[in-house]
């Protein structure tokens, strides 16, 4: 460990855009990517939509990389590390719920897992935050993708339980 005086550096964006299919997010996504480093083509996709990404092909030369199941987050470090070593300024990753509610995900990963689900989610967790720290390391500016579902508690009334809607919550 060493101190050093403080000093203002260009930092890198970690960003995510929420909302439901055909919102306009990954239309966005594109489009920040573009007005944070001024070129297309420094611009690369991580694409989990069955090749969506190509939908905006129109707006500038960005490169695309196709992730297909398993949507472990193994997958996505992986797809990560690509993209930087080709050089990329922006990752955009479309959409990081696949890697949580994916096939292959971590929900998938915790069904799977031996043992009581505390167990299961002792051995799944680690594996999860291992991709969101890899996310907060990269030196690209980042922006995520996630899809959005209607949220709810369990609430009771009248000596009943019963669901009540509390909004929308990113998956």
């Known amino acids: 460990m060493e101190l050093q005086k403080a000093e203002r550096k260009q930092a890198k964006i ?5 909302g439901p299919s055909g919102s306009g ?3 966005s996504a594109l489009l920040l990517a573009c007005g944070l480093v001024g070129s297309w083509n420094k611009i690369m996709v991580i694409d989990c939509e069955s090749s969506s990404a190509h939908l905006y092909s129109h707006l500038g030369e960005y490169l695309v ?3 297909t199941k398993p949507f472990s987050p193994e997958r996505y470090i992986e797809a990560i590390e690509i993209c930087e070593k080709a050089g990329a300024e922006v990752i955009i990753i479309d959409c990081l719920s696949q ?3 994916g096939e292959g995900g971590i929900l998938e990963i915790h069904q799977a897992t031996t043992g ?3 167990v299961a989610w002792a051995k799944t967790t680690p594996r999860h935050n291992s991709l969101i720290h890899r996310i907060l390391q990269s030196n690209c500016h980042l922006i995520a993708t996630l899809r959005i579902k209607q949220d709810y508690v369990i609430q009771q009334h009248d000596g009943k339980m019963i669901p009540e809607t509390i909004g929308l919550a990113a998956v």
């Open 14 to 18: 970690k960003l995510a855009l929420a």
């Open 25 to 27: 997010k990954t239309y």
């Open 65 to 67: 990389l196709n992730l």
């Open 99 to 101: 890697e949580w509610s």
């Open 116 to 118: 009581n689900s505390f």
